[in-house]
């Protein structure tokens, strides 16, 4: 069976600042990998996604992730965040590229 | 292109009371999905159908849920006898399918509140 991790529940962080959301997956082998954001009252959006080739994925909203094989991660960046990155960001994988399993979501809070 | 439409957008039902929440995929994809977000267990996933037909339905609780794709245009899932507990936002998505590393495009969810 397949799992997402993502430890950190909350992140907060000052406009400006760099942002980085920590995921782990457990898989037996390379799975796809996504990153999706929900805003407030809306569905899940798209941030970037991986499966093979160079490990830094770039995003939308300069957003980029980099996968590591040895780690089992895909930690997403961002170097400078601004108030309207406030969101719930999921990671997620998929072993076929159908059916997704998520984590549980890590909720950023922007300050101005 | 509209996206994924979801109808409704709320609902609200007593215990015991059937309620069937739509989901219409955006036009040309081939796969529909569903999946549960609750506080509790976050984002589960429900159910999945190819070109209309069922794939995998190992998310889906085994009495009371059902769902069904009778047409490229809409899917439904049915939620008979609800209880509380199936209180949550429910989202469908869809995607192109073509064997790569599919985008899926999630609708904004239907809100179910079961008293």
């Known amino acids: 069976a397949q799992s997402v991790t993502q430890p950190d529940a909350r992140v907060t962080v000052s406009e400006g600042a760099s942002l980085q959301l920590r995921c782990k997956y457990s898989?037996?082998?390379?799975?796809?990998l996504f990153w999706y954001v929900q805003y407030p009252r809306q569905g899940l959006q798209l941030l970037l996604k991986?499966?093979?080739?160079?490990?830094v994925v770039q995003g939308v909203n300069s957003f980029e992730a980099e996968f590591s094989k040895s780690n089992s991660s895909f930690h997403l960046q961002k170097a400078s965040v601004h108030w309207s990155d406030s969101a719930v960001y999921f990671c997620?994988?998929?072993?076929?590229?159908?059916?997704?399993?998520f984590g549980i979501g890590t909720r950023v809070l922007v300050r101005p | 292109n509209a996206g994924v439409i979801q109808t409704p957008r709320h609902k609200v039902t007593g215990k015991g009371q059937e309620a069937t929440l739509w989901c219409e995929p955006i036009?040309?994809?081939?796969?529909v999905f569903w999946y549960r977000q609750t506080i509790v267990q976050g984002l589960e996933f429900l159910t999945y159908?190819?070109?209309?037909?069922?794939?995998?339905d190992s998310g889906m609780p085994k009495e009371r849920f059902s769902a069904q794709m009778p047409n490229q245009s809409h899917s439904t899932l049915k939620i008979q006898s609800t209880q509380p507990q199936d209180s949550a936002v429910y989202l469908c998505?869809?995607?192109?399918?073509?064997?790569?590393?599919?985008?899926?495009?999630f609708g904004p969810g239907t809100r179910l509140l079961v008293l």
């Open positions: 159908f190819r070109n209309q037909a069922p794939i995998d």
């Open positions: 991986y499966y093979s080739g160079d490990p």
């Open positions: 036009s040309g994809h081939s796969a």
């Open positions: 998505a869809s995607s192109l399918d073509w064997g790569g590393v599919d985008t899926q495009y």
């Open positions: 997620a994988l998929s072993p076929g590229g159908n059916k997704l399993t």
């Open positions: 898989y037996s082998a390379t799975p796809y």
